[in-house]
């Protein structure tokens, strides 16, 4: 069975860091693109940062240009996203996705996504 796992979400302040893991389950990270998308009461869910299953293609949201950076560690099996200098607008719940190929045309919600993770909360307040 082919899954994707998130976790390291967290309460922080405005400006800290958190890094957020994509455990892959069933499928190593050369087999499929992974994107993180994000999702708040006020907002419906967007795309972060989305990685292809060769790693060298990586594509940001311009809201997190800058200070987000996604990353992969093949050994582990797991796909990270940094995320510095967070602002509250950052806060919601972030999912990890696996595409249907290596690569996303456009890192959005849709038709390219084959499954999606539970989801772990960020939480950005002072």
């Known amino acids: 069975q082919l899954q994707v796992v998130e976790s390291g979400g967290g309460l922080v302040q405005p400006g800290q860091a958190l890094r957020l893991s994509c455990t892959l389950s069933?499928?190593?990270?050369?087999?499929?693109?992974i994107g993180w998308f994000r999702q708040s009461p006020e907002k419906q869910r967007e795309g972060v940062s989305c990685?292809?299953?060769?790693?060298?293609?990586?594509v940001y949201a311009d809201s997190v240009k800058g200070r987000f950076t996604i990353s992969r560690d093949t050994a582990k099996n797991i796909i990270y996203l940094q995320m510095n200098d967070l602002k509250p607008e950052d806060s919601g719940v972030y999912y990890c996705?696996?595409?249907?190929?290596?690569?996303?045309?456009?890192?959005?919600?849709?038709?390219?996504?084959?499954?999606w993770g539970q989801g772990t909360q960020v939480t950005v307040s002072s």
């Open positions: 996705a696996r595409g249907r190929g290596p690569q996303f045309r456009f890192c959005v919600p849709g038709n390219s996504i084959a499954s």
């Open positions: 069933g499928f190593a990270v050369n087999d499929y693109a």
């Open positions: 990685i292809s299953s060769s790693g060298t293609n990586k």
